[in-house]
């Protein structure tokens, strides 16, 4: 039993707010992303799985209804944080008055995303293009028709959220198990209402490699993860002006204190 809100009988306080506990579920996820950095590909598939079979199986995991992510100013059911999907995130009540300086109604230095129909790829329905209204992600927006279920989520930082299971499965299984690393990538491209994407069964690991990699760059947008993927790979870094190659920089040396240890 996984809930991510204060609902809940008072004997089951335990299973309240888990995604600031590190639950089972999240402890495995943390696993797999460990074994992918290692190149441990079956530690990652096998820790991964545990967390898609209880997602496939919408019990105890689910993904946030497409339904409900979207423009704060259209939708009386929203989910901006997307914290159905949290796993374990990080708990700050000073994190509004950060997050408004960059996401405010009122900000004056708002982070602006200038390429979102490109990094969406023309996927008009993907309901992730449609929580970005204007240029700005409405992830942390604490504003809109409904205000009480834009701030639910306010005081929380993702961590580890479900989809990077999904995209650990995929990657770590392609070798040894290509059509279960096609169908999970598939499955969770359409938990986000992307109808034009669907990765065929002939596709070559350098394209999937390149279809998982913009599939990361959309959903973790504004979340602080997609540099680590571009660390991992050895991948040049994607923007609206072009790709910049990292060329190494974005290890940090060894401290001259810890050279000799």
């Not at 008072?10 to 309240?16: G, H, L, P």
């Not at 299971?165 to 770590?172: D, M, P, R, T, V």
């Not at 279960?180 to 990538?185: L, Q």
């Not at 002006?241 to 940090?252: F, S």
Request: charged share 20%.
């Amino acid at each position: 039993k996984l809930l991510n809100s204060s609902s809940g009988a008072v004997e089951d306080e335990i299973f309240r707010f888990r995604c600031n506990r590190l639950n089972y579920y999240a402890v495995s996820l943390l696993l797999a992303r460990v074994g992918l950095w290692a190149g441990d590909m079956e530690k990652a598939r096998e820790n991964a799985f545990v967390v898609v079979t209880a997602t496939e199986a919408l019990s105890p995991l689910k993904f946030t209804n497409a339904a409900m992510i979207g423009d704060p100013a259209a939708l009386e059911n929203i989910e901006p944080r997307l914290q159905t999907e949290i796993l374990f995130g990080t708990y700050n009540r000073n994190e509004p008055d950060w997050t408004n300086v960059y996401f405010g109604q009122n900000s004056s230095t708002l982070l602006a995303i200038d390429d979102k129909v490109g990094i969406f790829a023309a996927n008009g329905d993907d309901c992730r293009l449609q929580a970005i209204p204007g240029n700005v992600h409405s992830k942390y927006m604490l504003y809109g028709l409904s205000l009480a279920q834009m701030t639910a989520a306010q005081y929380i930082m993702p961590v580890l959220r479900i989809p990077e299971a999904y995209f650990i499965y995929a990657e770590s299984s392609f070798d040894d198990y290509k059509d279960d690393a096609i169908y999970y990538f598939n499955q969770f491209v359409e938990a986000r209402n992307n109808d034009v994407l669907e990765v065929p069964q002939d596709i070559t690991k350098e394209d999937f490699m390149e279809q998982l990699v913009q599939e990361f760059r959309r959903e973790y947008l504004s979340e602080g993860q997609i540099v680590f993927m571009y660390k991992r790979l050895n991948l040049p870094l994607r923007s609206s002006a072009g790709n910049t190659a990292n060329n190494g920089n974005l290890v940090l040396p060894v401290p001259d204190s810890e050279a000799g240890v």
